[in-house]
């Protein structure tokens, strides 16, 4: 099955600066791959996500770039502020099945005022 | 409110005890899955339900037993649990289980087993 590897597990950066959180994945065959934010006691929302037909996609201020060759996509955030805070998961979805989404461990990101 | 409703919120029980949660979704999705949250690990996929039937059991104790009437409703019936099944346990809907279609989380039970 399909394996999320996602890092840093925690990343702290200070407000204004970028954030990027990395993830890799094992099945070639997987072709969606979504980012959700998870505020302390909140549930998981979707706030991007990319197909494999596509290399880049951008909304505002965050973008999710994927390297189907190299079988690893990125988060990026610009202009980071207070309320980006949270923890963001990536995931993986195996193109076609009955499978659900492989979740990847998760990134804490503090932005530092 | 997203359109995924979970119940209860909190759920404490002892080893010996039978319990359900419940999840509705008011979206019209297909498609409905369980997820299981605890600290430090990721969230790890338990069932699939695609138009009420059941795709995947990705190798959960059958402790855990699921039930889905319709497409608007899944349950989980836990009994004889240990205090390791202690996690948040998230209900998620999409559209279908094809990809591409992204998840609607509802807020989860926090389940703490004594």
């Known amino acids: 099955g399909e394996n999320v590897e996602q890092h840093p597990s925690t990343l702290s950066v200070q407000e204004g600066d970028s954030a990027v959180i990395k993830c890799t994945y094992s099945?070639?065959?997987?072709?969606?791959f979504p980012w959700y934010k998870q505020e302390l006691g909140k549930r998981p929302q979707l706030i991007i996500d990319?197909?494999?037909?596509?290399g880049e996609k951008k909304d505002q201020r965050i973008a999710v770039t994927l390297n189907k060759t190299a079988k690893h996509f990125s988060l990026h955030i610009t202009e980071t502020q207070p309320e980006d805070s949270a923890v963001y998961f990536c995931?993986?979805?195996?193109?076609?099945?009955?499978?659900?989404?492989?979740f990847g461990k998760g990134t804490h990101l503090i932005i530092q005022p | 409110e997203t359109g995924v409703t979970q119940t209860p919120r909190h759920l404490v029980m002892g080893m010996t005890n039978k319990k359900s949660l419940k999840c509705e979704q008011h979206?019209?999705?297909?498609?409905m899955y369980w997820y299981k949250q605890s600290a430090k690990k990721p969230l790890e996929l338990m069932f699939v339900?695609?138009?009420?039937?059941q795709t995947e059991n990705n190798s959960v104790p059958s402790r855990f037993s699921p039930e889905c009437p319709n497409s608007s409703h899944l349950f989980l019936h836990l009994h004889t649990l240990q205090p390791e099944d202690s996690a948040l346990y998230l209900c998620?809907?999409?559209?279908?289980?094809?990809w591409g279609y992204g998840y609607t989380f509802g807020s989860g039970t926090r389940l703490t087993v004594v």
């Open positions: 979206l019209g999705h297909n498609a």
């Open positions: 990319i197909r494999s037909n596509v």
């Open positions: 995931a993986a979805h195996s193109g076609g099945g009955a499978d659900g989404l492989t």
């Open positions: 099945d070639s065959a997987s072709n969606y």
């Open positions: 998620a809907s999409s559209q279908g289980v094809e």
């Open positions: 339900y695609n138009f009420k039937e």
